[in-house]
C-alpha cells in the first residue's frame, strides 16, 4: 500500500534532504503504514546501477537484518548506501577491504585482532590524558572574545586527539586526518568544491600514511598499539594494507561520527535549556546515550540480501539492497516514551546509535561515550553559560547527519 504522505520520488538517501533535514515526519509515516517499503532510484544515481533499495525504519527490522549477516551483507555492495553515480564498480568493490564492509568469516578475524585497540583497560589508560586534553580545549574556547564556530574550535578536536593517543599519530599530524577525513565525505557538498577524484586521493593520503606506520613498526616494534596490532605474529597480525584500511575507518568511524554526536549534542542542550541545567547540575551518566540517539550521526548504511527472503511482509529479493535507517529506529514510539523529546535522562535506552548489534556493532562504543563525556563535563566547567550564536550549517551528504558549523559565543 502506498505511502499516502510520502511524495511521490522521495528518496531517503538524497543529499539535498540531509542537507536541509532528517526527514523524521517521513520516517514516522512509513512506520506507521509501510515499514519495508521499495524506494526507486532512476538511472545510476547511487553509483549501484540497479533499479533502488528497500528502505526498512522501524527499529525490530534494523535490529533483524544486523543481526543476520548470513542472509543481508555488507560486503556485496559494501555498507555505504549511495556513493557519486559516476563512480566506478571497481572503486566500490576496493572498499570491501575495511572492516567496515566484510562479512564472517573474515569480519571476525579481523575484528578479533582490532578490537585489542579497544579494551576496557586500553580505554582506561586514555581516561585521565583525553581528560585533561578536553579541559584544554574547553578552556581555549573561553578565550574567544566573540561568536566561535563549535565544530572547528570544540567538537572535531578531542575525537582527533584520542585517535592519536590511541593508535600513535604524532598530534601534530591531527591536522592531516581532520582534512583527510572531511574530504573523503564532503563529496556531496558544492561549498568543499570536492570531487569524488580528490575524496579518493584523500583515503588514499590516509592509507599510505597508516601503512607507512605499520611498516616501521614491523621493523622496530615498539610498545604501543601500532606494534600490537601488526607485529604480534603468534597472535596473529593485520597486513600493513588492512592496518591502513583499519585507520582509514578509524578516522571516519571515529572522528566524524563523534564529532558531528558532540555538535548536535551542544546544539541539542542549547536549544533544551533545561537539559543543559540539569546536566550541569547532575552529571548523569545516562546522558551520553541519549546525545547518540539524538544525534544518529550515522542516518543509514545498507546490506545486500544474499538469498530471496521476507522482511516487515515484503518479500525481499536476492541481490536487493537495503537501507537501515537508524534515525528512524531511534525514533521509534514501539520502542522509546516519547521519542521526540531530549531526555537525558532516558533509561533504558536502547537506541542503535552504534549499530542494530550483530558483527557489526560499533568497536569504539566505549571510547565515543568517554568523549562526549569528558568533553561535555569540561564544557560545563568552563564554557556554563555558552549560547547559540546562529543556527547549524549542515553537512550535504547522503549517510551523514552532518553539522559544518555551529556558531556559539561563551556568554
Same mark, same amino acid.
Given at each position: 500500500?502506498?505511502?499516502?504522505?510520502?511524495?511521490?520520488?522521495?528518496?531517503?538517501?538524497?543529499?539535498?534532504?540531509?542537507?536541509? !533535514?532528517?526527514?523524521?515526519?517521513?520516517?514516522?509515516?512509513?512506520?506507521?503504514?509501510?515499514?519495508?517499503?521499495?524506494?526507486?532510484?532512476?538511472?545510476?544515481?547511487?553509483?549501484?546501477?540497479?533499479?533502488? @533499495?528497500?528502505?526498512?525504519?522501524?527499529?525490530?527490522?534494523?535490529?533483524?537484518?544486523?543481526?543476520?549477516?548470513?542472509?543481508?551483507?555488507?560486503?556485496?555492495?559494501?555498507?555505504?548506501?549511495?556513493?557519486?553515480?559516476?563512480?566506478? !564498480?571497481?572503486?566500490?568493490?576496493?572498499?570491501?577491504?575495511?572492516?567496515? +564492509?566484510?562479512?564472517?568469516?573474515?569480519? =571476525?578475524?579481523?575484528?578479533?585482532?582490532?578490537?585489542?585497540?579497544?579494551?576496557?583497560?586500553?580505554?582506561?589508560?586514555?581516561?585521565?590524558?583525553?581528560?585533561? !586534553?578536553?579541559?584544554?580545549?574547553?578552556?581555549?574556547?573561553?578565550?574567544?572574545?566573540?561568536?566561535?564556530?563549535?565544530?572547528?574550535?570544540?567538537?572535531?578536536?578531542?575525537?582527533?586527539?584520542?585517535? &592519536?593517543?590511541?593508535?600513535?599519530?604524532?598530534?601534530?599530524?591531527?591536522?592531516?586526518?581532520?582534512?583527510?577525513?572531511?574530504?573523503?565525505?564532503?563529496?556531496?557538498?558544492?561549498? @568543499?568544491?570536492?570531487?569524488?577524484?580528490?575524496?579518493?586521493?584523500?583515503? %588514499?593520503?590516509?592509507?599510505? @600514511?597508516?601503512?607507512?606506520? &605499520?611498516? #616501521?613498526?614491523?621493523?622496530?616494534?615498539? $610498545?604501543?598499539?601500532?606494534? =600490537?596490532?601488526?607485529?604480534?605474529? #603468534?597472535?596473529?597480525?593485520?597486513?600493513?594494507?588492512?592496518?591502513?584500511?583499519?585507520?582509514?575507518?578509524?578516522?571516519?568511524?571515529?572522528?566524524? %561520527?563523534?564529532?558531528?554526536?558532540?555538535?548536535?549534542?551542544?546544539?541539542?542542550?542549547?536549544?533544551?535549556?533545561?537539559?543543559?541545567?540539569?546536566?550541569? !547540575?547532575?552529571?548523569?551518566?545516562?546522558?551520553?546515550?541519549?546525545?547518540?540517539?539524538?544525534?544518529?550521526?550515522?542516518?543509514?548504511?545498507?546490506?545486500?540480501?544474499?538469498?530471496?527472503?521476507?522482511?516487515?511482509?515484503?518479500?525481499?529479493?536476492?541481490?536487493?539492497?537495503?537501507?537501515?535507517? @537508524?534515525?528512524?529506529? +531511534?525514533?521509534?514510539?514501539?520502542?522509546? #516514551?516519547?521519542?521526540?523529546?531530549?531526555?537525558?535522562?532516558?533509561?533504558?535506552?536502547?537506541?542503535?546509535?552504534?549499530?542494530?548489534?550483530?558483527?557489526?556493532?560499533?568497536?569504539? $562504543?566505549?571510547?565515543?561515550?568517554?568523549?562526549?563525556?569528558?568533553?561535555?563535563?569540561?564544557?560545563?566547567?568552563?564554557?556554563?553559560?555558552?549560547?547559540?550564536?546562529?543556527?547549524?550549517?549542515?553537512?550535504?551528504?547522503?549517510?551523514?547527519?552532518?553539522?559544518?558549523?555551529?556558531?556559539?559565543?561563551?556568554?
Amino acid at each position: 500500500m502506498p505511502c499516502p504522505a510520502l511524495p511521490d520520488g522521495f528518496d531517503f538517501t538524497d543529499p539535498d534532504v540531509l542537507h536541509q !533535514r532528517v526527514p523524521l515526519p517521513e520516517f514516522a509515516e512509513l512506520r506507521r503504514a509501510e515499514p519495508v517499503r521499495w524506494i526507486p532510484q532512476p538511472g545510476n544515481v547511487a553509483g549501484f546501477r540497479d533499479e533502488g @533499495y528497500w528502505a526498512v525504519t522501524r527499529h525490530a527490522d534494523v535490529k533483524y537484518v544486523s543481526t543476520h549477516p548470513e542472509l543481508f551483507s555488507s560486503t556485496l555492495n559494501t555498507a555505504i548506501i549511495r556513493f557519486n553515480e559516476h563512480i566506478e !564498480r571497481d572503486a566500490i568493490d576496493a572498499q570491501r577491504l575495511i572492516l567496515l +564492509n566484510m562479512d564472517p568469516p573474515e569480519h =571476525t578475524r579481523v575484528r578479533q585482532i582490532v578490537q585489542r585497540v579497544f579494551t576496557p583497560r586500553a580505554i582506561r589508560a586514555l581516561q585521565d590524558r583525553l581528560r585533561a !586534553r578536553a579541559d584544554a580545549i574547553a578552556r581555549a574556547a573561553v578565550a574567544h572574545p566573540g561568536p566561535f564556530d563549535f565544530v572547528t574550535e570544540v567538537a572535531c578536536e578531542l575525537p582527533l586527539q584520542a585517535i &592519536a593517543e590511541l593508535i600513535g599519530i604524532p598530534q601534530d599530524d591531527r591536522a592531516k586526518i581532520f582534512d583527510w577525513s572531511n574530504k573523503m565525505i564532503a563529496y556531496d557538498d558544492p561549498e @568543499y568544491a570536492i570531487t569524488e577524484e580528490v575524496g579518493t586521493e584523500s583515503a %588514499t593520503e590516509l592509507i599510505a @600514511y597508516a601503512m607507512n606506520m &605499520a611498516a #616501521d613498526r614491523k621493523q622496530c616494534p615498539a $610498545k604501543d598499539i601500532v606494534t =600490537t596490532l601488526v607485529a604480534a605474529e #603468534d597472535e596473529g597480525s593485520l597486513s600493513s594494507d588492512e592496518f591502513g584500511f583499519f585507520v582509514l575507518m578509524l578516522a571516519v568511524a571515529g572522528n566524524e %561520527t563523534t564529532r558531528n554526536a558532540i555538535t548536535h549534542g551542544m546544539h541539542a542542550f542549547l536549544t533544551h535549556p533545561d537539559q543543559w541545567e540539569l546536566y550541569k !547540575r547532575e552529571r548523569p551518566a545516562t546522558a551520553a546515550e541519549e546525545i547518540v540517539r539524538w544525534a544518529t550521526p550515522v542516518n543509514a548504511f545498507q546490506r545486500t540480501a544474499t538469498q530471496d527472503t521476507e522482511l516487515g511482509g515484503k518479500r525481499i529479493r536476492k541481490g536487493d539492497r537495503v537501507g537501515l535507517f @537508524y534515525a528512524s529506529a +531511534n525514533h521509534d514510539p514501539d520502542v522509546f #516514551d516519547d521519542p521526540g523529546s531530549f531526555d537525558i535522562t532516558r533509561d533504558p535506552n536502547p537506541h542503535l546509535g552504534f549499530g542494530g548489534g550483530g558483527p557489526h556493532y560499533c568497536l569504539g $562504543k566505549s571510547l565515543a561515550v568517554l568523549e562526549i563525556d569528558l568533553i561535555f563535563d569540561a564544557i560545563a566547567d568552563a564554557l556554563p553559560t555558552l549560547t547559540l550564536a546562529g543556527e547549524p550549517r549542515r553537512l550535504r551528504s547522503s549517510w551523514i547527519n552532518g553539522v559544518k558549523e555551529l556558531r556559539v559565543e561563551a556568554g
